[in-house]
């Protein structure tokens, strides 16, 4: 089936990609390429401090997945002041996502909340505030505050699901029924706020078909985004403690791209896909090295997307 007879082809969809990605969508909304300015609220979380737990989340790095987030001495304005340097320097920018990433986001008093996200979104670059947060860090007065924040700036809240599968729950220490996920996102839809979730591929001792049945319970899912991201094994976590002792199953380029392309072909068309790929921080990632070539990963995704004739949503049956 050529690209020009088919309806479902990117040429006719998503321009360029076979599948709904974030550059498509903002491109669309906003008229223009939006980039991401990682922050640093200065919080930690419920599974570090004892609330939950104190170890975290088995995966989770020393600075709770923000490795690449501001510094955390700095005022938020300082922080999106460095981010857009930075970015400057590579490429004329002129619109942002401020991209609350480090820890868990809405785990502090929501007065300081409201401050911090405020000071984001009266950056007149700023477009988006994205909030990354755990599903039981959600309080009604926490949703009032991201309802009303919404009335101004579009919100965004990123939540940390991984799986649905309890064994795989216990397992990555994750701390929360996956009940708890289904019901924070019915919350935060009831109040108007678009919702992304994080899955890991290929956590220890899920199987294709599992990893499968995750992108198909959230299909059922209101949800408006997804980020698919390779397990990574970082230096100083217990599951790179684990690694060395057990020596787990870690997928080479190939098989995770042909992953990709069943997941892919699984999701629902109107999700956007907000990444395919990650790039752990060199100085701590053990495993898998390959990652840290992220351009090649893309690019060789996009090839074999193409190559079997796979775009999002061809093996949707909603």
């Known amino acids: 089936m050529s690209d020009n007879l088919n309806l479902h082809s990117p ?13 498509f969508h903002l491109r669309s909304r906003f008229g223009e390429k939006v980039y991401r300015i990682a922050l640093n609220g200065g ?3 419920p599974n570090r401090d004892g609330h939950i737990g104190t170890g975290g989340c088995i995966f989770c790095s020393a600075d709770g997945s923000g490795d690449f987030a501001g510094r955390p001495f700095l005022t938020i304005s300082q922080q999106l002041a460095e981010g857009k340097t930075q970015l400057l320097t590579k490429r004329p920018v002129h619109s942002y996502i401020a991209y609350f990433q480090a820890f868990t986001n809405t785990y502090a008093p929501v007065s300081y909340l ?6 984001a979104i009266e950056d007149p670059d700023v477009k988006i505030l994205s909030v990354a947060t755990r599903p039981d860090c959600l309080g009604d007065d926490v949703i009032d505050l991201l309802k009303r924040l919404n009335q101004i700036k579009p919100v965004w809240v990123e939540l940390g699901l991984q799986t649905i599968h309890p064994e795989t729950v216990r397992f990555i220490r994750r701390g929360y029924e996956t009940a708890i996920f289904d019901q924070a996102v019915q919350r935060l839809r009831g109040a108007g706020i678009e919702v992304i979730v994080h ?24 949800i408006q985004g997804i980020k698919l991201q390779l397990l990574h094994i ?25 992953m990709l392309g069943q997941c892919i072909s699984h999701l629902r068309p109107d999700i956007v896909i907000h990444r395919l790929t990650g790039d752990g921080p060199k100085n701590l990632l053990i495993a898998p090295l390959w990652t840290g070539a992220k351009r090649s ?22």
């Open 11 to 23: 040429s006719v969809r998503w321009g360029e990609k076979r599948y709904h990605s974030l550059d």
């Open 114 to 119: 409201e401050s911090i996200f405020t000071e």
């Open 297 to 318: 990963v893309l690019n060789r995704l996009h090839q074999y997307l193409k190559e079997n004739d796979i775009w999002q949503g061809k093996e949707y049956h909603g």
């Open 234 to 258: 970082l230096e100083g976590t217990d599951l790179a403690d684990i690694y060395r002792e057990e020596h787990f199953y870690v997928p080479d380029m190939e098989t995770y791209i042909r």
């Open 43 to 45: 919080m930690t979380c």
């Open 199 to 222: 899955v890991i591929l290929y956590l220890p001792g899920e199987t294709e078909e599992m990893m499968l049945k995750t992108i198909e319970s959230l299909n059922r899912c209101d």
